[in-house]
């Protein structure tokens, strides 16, 4: 935009200084001319008097006295003043006895004839090209100037007005992507015409209501999430109050578990602020804790689990929270979508340039086609919602075809 307005401003103003100066131009052509050709007739007109009175030494005396070279054929074919042969235009003068002015190579000519007691006397001057152009050079020179200076004050100014009106869409834009960045405190500054005035203002208005939104649905989740605390206890009652020890102990620890993952639930949704924090864990802790959380299911369900994890820690640039929620889900998948006693293996690789990679494989049927296509879509009876938490945490994320014989889920973990 500023380079369009700047454009236009430049065309507007040549334009207008074309209509100006092309004519003023030949006006100062034509008054130096006219100047130069008055000069010279009233140089021809004060000599007429002294030929027509026939004083040949008078007459001498005035023609050299003049700063314009004047030629004067007198009747009886003599010349005097500056030497000059007879022109047509002299001749033609002399035969009619009427005043000419002819344009020549050199110049404009001007012959006046003067009846006397002895015959026609003829007044002959040139005046030469130079004569009719003098000064002009330099006053078109003038002009140029001028009007390139006036085009470089309009650019100038263009420049100026539109510096004022880009600035506040700058601004505008500037914000919006903070806004995009999840920077939900972001907010402009109402400045510029009325017009942009207006969409800042309303700008404004979407973040704060995206920011009320969003604190909303925070809360919600909170809520709906702290009212499964009720039945996890209840849940941890009859658990208490069952006979086997080792039963009562199982179906505690998973209560617990569940409460731990509820209450990780709750921090996150009221989790303070919109930005993402910079948080890091050890992976090889946080995949070792989960599998030998979900080694007891398998083993109730007739799964081998392998694992293949470093025996240093592996430090990868997610939240401990989210990462083991991202192997729940993947684990999740296995045990809801895979018959028992199918066999299992979770796998963590240290990645040379930093993070790891998190490999989840089973040898059931794999996935269904189309499956996990978008958040909230299933191939299955499921919410969809279980490979959408895992991909939340990795940079890459893949999936093997079912035609490997079961199914390879890789996730690329970022270092930190």
């Known amino acids: ?91 033609l003068a002399g035969a009619r006895r009427e005043a000419l002015t002819v344009t020549t190579d ?23 090209d130079a004569e009719l152009t003098r000064g002009v050079t330099r006053a078109w020179t003038t002009l140029a100037a001028l009007g390139a200076a006036l085009v470089l004050l309009g650019l100038l100014v263009a420049d100026r007005l539109a510096r004022a009106i880009i600035a506040p869409i700058t601004e505008l834009s500037a914000v919006s992507h903070r806004l995009a960045r999840a920077e939900l405190t972001a907010r402009a500054d109402p400045s510029g015409p009325p017009e942009l005035r207006e969409v800042a203002g309303a700008l404004n208005h ?3 209501r995206i920011q009320d939104l969003l604190a909303t649905e925070r809360e919600r989740v909170a809520d709906l999430s702290h009212r499964l605390r009720t039945p996890l206890t209840a849940l941890r009652l009859e658990a208490e109050s069952l006979r086997d020890p080792e039963e009562s102990a199982r179906v505690a620890s998973a209560a617990d578990e569940v409460a731990r993952a509820v209450t990780a639930v ?106 996990a296509a978008e958040r909230g879509s299933s191939g299955g009876d499921s919410t969809g919602l279980g490979l959408d938490i895992a991909r939340q945490v990795a940079t890459t994320f893949e999936i093997s075809p079912p035609s490997t014989g079961g199914a390879v889920v890789r996730l690329e973990i970022p270092g930190p």
């Open 266 to 371: 709750i921090h996150q949704a009221r989790r303070a602020g919109a930005t993402p924090s910079t948080a890091t864990c050890d992976a090889t802790e946080i995949v070792s804790a989960r599998v030998a959380f979900w080694a007891v299911l398998a083993e109730d369900t007739g799964r081998d689990v392998h694992q293949a994890l470093p025996s240093v820690p592996v430090p990868v640039a997610v939240a401990a929270d989210d990462l083991a929620a991202a192997l729940d889900a993947l684990l999740g998948n296995v045990f809801a979508h895979t018959p028992d006693g199918t066999p299992l293996s979770v796998t963590l690789t240290p990645r040379p340039v930093g993070g790891a990679i998190l490999t989840v494989a089973d040898s059931g049927p794999g996935f269904p086609s189309g499956a």
């Open 206 to 208: 979407l973040a704060g």
């Open 1 to 91: 935009m500023r380079a369009r307005l700047t454009l236009l401003v430049a065309a507007t103003t040549v334009l207008v200084l074309l209509a100006f100066l092309v004519p003023l131009a030949l006006l100062v052509r034509q008054v130096a001319a006219d100047r130069a050709l008055s000069r010279a007739d009233d140089v021809v007109q004060s000599i007429v008097p002294i030929a027509g009175a026939g004083d040949i030494d008078a007459l001498r005396l005035s023609v050299s006295a003049q700063s314009v070279p004047v030629t004067v054929f007198l009747p009886d074919g003599s010349v005097l003043g500056a030497p000059a042969s007879a022109t047509p235009a002299v001749r």
């Open 106 to 128: 050199d110049g404009q000519e001007l012959v006046v004839p003067v009846l006397g007691a002895a015959g026609v006397t003829v007044i002959r001057t040139l005046v030469t």
